[in-house]
């Protein structure tokens, strides 16, 4: 019987539309899954839009139980892939014209008249490289075979482009 599902899976075509985090990711997991016959359909390029142009910013602990989730999951692919560019990072809410920064500023900034709060610690918010989670999620099992550019463009995991 667990044989059978695993044949089924492996033979499962699955073709995901869109190559930015969301698309990346569903190949990512359905690759692990065991699925190995996976097409990205990509209209341009790999994180060519809002992927690719996002703030690289992840924060834990700013929405509900899915943000955790996603989070978590972010930083399992930033330990398992190369060159994600994942940093964990401490993050400050800073403004102009204030004062009271002195404890968590940079003597530099402190200097300008700033004041700051603390926003988060290496263990609630994230740098991310913009684009570099995409690419190497699809990097991992085979080389991404992609045609890109007005018209269409296809990235796949099964070679058989
Ligand atoms: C300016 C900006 C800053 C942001 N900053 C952050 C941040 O700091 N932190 C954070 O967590 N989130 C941020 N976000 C939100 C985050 O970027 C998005 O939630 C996330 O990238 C969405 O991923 P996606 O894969 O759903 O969409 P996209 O990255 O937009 O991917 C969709 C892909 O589908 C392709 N596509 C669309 N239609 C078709 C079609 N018909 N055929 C083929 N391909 C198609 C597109 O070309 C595109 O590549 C930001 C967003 C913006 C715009």
């Not at 996002?54 to 955790?68: E, I, Q, V």
């Given at each position: ?53 996002a ?56 200097r ?28 991992t ?21």
């Amino acid at each position: 019987m667990a044989a059978a599902a695993t044949a089924a899976v492996a033979e499962m075509r699955v073709v995901i539309c869109g190559g930015g985090i969301i698309g990346a990711a569903c190949a990512y997991y359905l690759s692990r899954a065991g699925v190995t016959h996976i097409t990205i359909v990509e209209r341009a390029s790999i994180a060519c839009h809002a992927s690719g142009k996002a703030g690289g910013f992840l924060a834990r602990d700013w929405g509900g139980t899915f943000a955790l989730q996603s989070f978590d999951l972010h930083a399992e692919l930033g330990r398992v892939l190369e060159g994600t560019d994942y940093r964990p990072v401490e993050t400050l809410s800073v403004s102009m014209g204030g004062s009271g920064g002195g404890s968590v500023l940079p003597a530099w900034a402190d200097r300008c008249g700033a004041a700051a709060s603390r926003l988060g610690t290496t263990a609630t918010t994230v740098s991310l490289a913009r684009g570099r989670t995409e690419e190497a999620a699809l990097r991992t099992d085979k080389q991404i075979d992609e045609e890109s550019g007005r018209g269409g463009g296809r990235a796949g995991a099964d070679g058989d482009n």
